[in-house]
């Protein structure tokens, strides 16, 4: 993917802030997603341009604290008939330019597909990553830890990561079954969330073994791990 060139800048909002140094789940009606941060994160609007040249509403979401940079950008594909699975691949791969790729594997969360990574920048961050298409959005989520105590530190990033939940969309997929806020408020997130389809390969299995995991693409190798979830605040 080419680089996406930010195009005009239309507002800075701040949702319902949250106690500092406490997670809190914040709430996002539109597009539909909830996901954890540490303090309030501050919400900017612009538009970019993909690699056909289409200009497309994004959203990002952004907080540094304690040496960690947390971004969630959505990016708006509404106008366009953009393959998730492509998208997906393409942001994965412009991602993987930016460092030393040491994880990446298929994941999936409220039954929406998706990729998660780990890169090793070479100024010493650590940077854990999710890449989600859902309900006609691209989300991009990253928890960057800093140097010196980045690998220290990437057990908060990954936490931000492993938080990102879906709202129900219009096709049915990503159901939050605790209920929906408003946009920017705050609300708890659930205790864990099952992925039935996608565990079931594991079922009897131990960390590292080798199983095989059907996707909307068809399927794919994969192999079992154990993922920790944030507890409910």
Same mark, same amino acid.
């Given at each position: 993917?080419? @680089? ?40 900017? $609007?612009?538009? %970019? ?10 959203? @990002?979401?952004?907080l540094r604290q304690d @040496?960690?940079?947390? $971004? ?7 106008? $366009? ?6 998208? %997906? ?12 790729? $040491? ?15 780990? %890169? ?20 991009t989520l990253a928890g ?8 220290? !530190? ?9 938080? /990102?939940?879906? /709202?129900? !969309?219009?096709?049915?997929? &990503? @159901? ?22 996608? !565990?079931s390969p594991c079922t009897?299995?131990?960390? &590292? ?25």
């Amino acid at each position: 993917m080419k @680089r996406m060139t930010v195009m005009l800048t239309v507002s800075l909002l701040l949702p319902v802030a949250a106690v500092a140094g406490e997670w809190q789940a914040y709430t996002y009606a539109d597009p539909g997603f909830t996901i954890q941060f540490p303090a309030a994160p501050s919400v900017q $609007t612009s538009k %970019i341009r993909n690699t056909a040249g289409v200009s497309l509403p994004t959203t @990002r979401y952004e907080l540094r604290q304690d @040496r960690i940079l947390y $971004t969630l950008s959505v990016v708006s594909y509404a106008s $366009t008939n953009a393959d998730p699975l492509s998208t %997906i691949a393409e942001t994965a791969r412009s991602l993987s330019a930016s460092g030393k790729v $040491t994880a990446n594997a298929g994941t999936r969360v409220n039954g929406v597909f998706g990729r998660e990574m780990s %890169i090793d920048g070479a100024d010493g961050s650590r940077s854990v990553i999710a890449i989600f298409f859902a309900n006609k959005h691209l989300y991009t989520l990253a928890g960057k830890a800093l140097p010196p105590s980045s690998l220290e !530190d990437s057990r908060d990033a990954l936490r931000f990561r492993e938080s /990102l939940q879906f /709202l129900a !969309d219009e096709e049915g997929f &990503g @159901r939050l079954l605790h209920g929906t806020a408003s946009s920017g408020s705050v609300a708890h997130a659930p205790k864990s969330v099952e992925h039935p389809a996608a !565990d079931s390969p594991c079922t009897g299995k131990s960390a &590292g073994d080798p199983v095989q995991l059907a996707t909307p693409g068809g399927t794919v190798a994969a192999t079992c791990v154990l993922v920790p979830r944030p507890n409910a605040q």
